[in-house]
């Protein structure tokens, strides 16, 4: 079956500091892939997405490139702020019509940005 | 566009007792998920609907646990006969088909903790 394994948590960072959460899946065919972020007390938001191996995904300042030979969707972002503090989860979807698209997440990682 | 709704924010029942969770979604999304979500863990599916039919159950999803999309919008998630292994954050998410990699947008969530 699917699976997403994600680097535990909690990474503490330092404002402007370089973030990478690592990612990596196990699925059948070729998946979309996802990043959602969970702010305290809020919902799952999408961060970003790549639907085809090579794509990149960004928003906000975040990447992701989609490596299908090595089956990463690794998160990536130049300079952290206090304001990203957040869970961030790893999640595919398979493009089989008959799984409509559900999507199966990591565990999360727990990231903690400091002045 | 409202976003996805869900009522209650939180439900405080004792063992034994039914609950039912409603979510709302955005309108014109004739996709529904239903997730679950426990402790440091990432989002479990447990079911989804496609309009008004539900189209597929998770294992996960015991015979305590119905839902329902009567009229293909707003649908409801009950648990019977609750135990304390049910305690968990019930997240729904709806999305619209024909949209690329149906994005699915995630409500706040009901946390339910049996007592």
């Known amino acids: 079956g699917n699976s997403v394994t994600q680097m535990e948590g909690p990474v503490t960072l330092s404002e402007e500091a370089f973030l990478t959460i690592n990612c990596t899946y196990t699925a059948t065919g070729y998946p979309s892939l996802f990043w959602y972020v969970q702010y305290p007390g809020e919902g799952l938001q999408l961060l970003l997405k790549?639907?085809?191996?090579?794509d990149k995904g960004s928003n906000k300042g975040f990447e992701a490139t989609y490596r299908k030979e090595t089956t990463s969707f690794h998160l990536e972002k130049g300079s952290v702020q206090v304001s990203d503090s957040a869970v961030y989860f790893c999640a595919l979807s398979d493009k089989n019509p008959g799984t409509a698209s559900k999507l199966t997440f990591g565990t999360g990682t727990r990231l903690q940005v400091t002045l | 566009d409202t976003g996805v709704s869900q009522n209650p924010r939180h439900k405080i029942t004792k063992r034994g007792q039914n609950v039912t969770f409603r979510c709302d979604p955005i309108?014109?999304?004739?996709?529904l998920y239903w997730y679950r979500q426990t402790l440091g863990q990432g989002p479990e599916f447990l079911t989804y609907f496609q309009n008004e039919a539900q189209l597929e159950k998770s294992r996960l999803l015991s015979d305590r646990f119905s839902a329902e999309r009567p009229k293909g919008s707003f649908s409801t998630l009950e648990i019977q006969r609750t135990e304390q292994g049910d305690s968990a954050m019930y997240l729904c998410?709806?999305?619209?088909?024909?949209?690329?990699?149906?994005?699915?947008?995630f409500g706040a969530g009901t946390r339910l903790s049996v007592l």
């Open positions: 309108s014109e999304h004739n996709r």
């Open positions: 790549a639907t085809k191996a090579d």
């Open positions: 998410a709806s999305s619209r088909t024909g949209t690329g990699a149906d994005i699915q947008y």
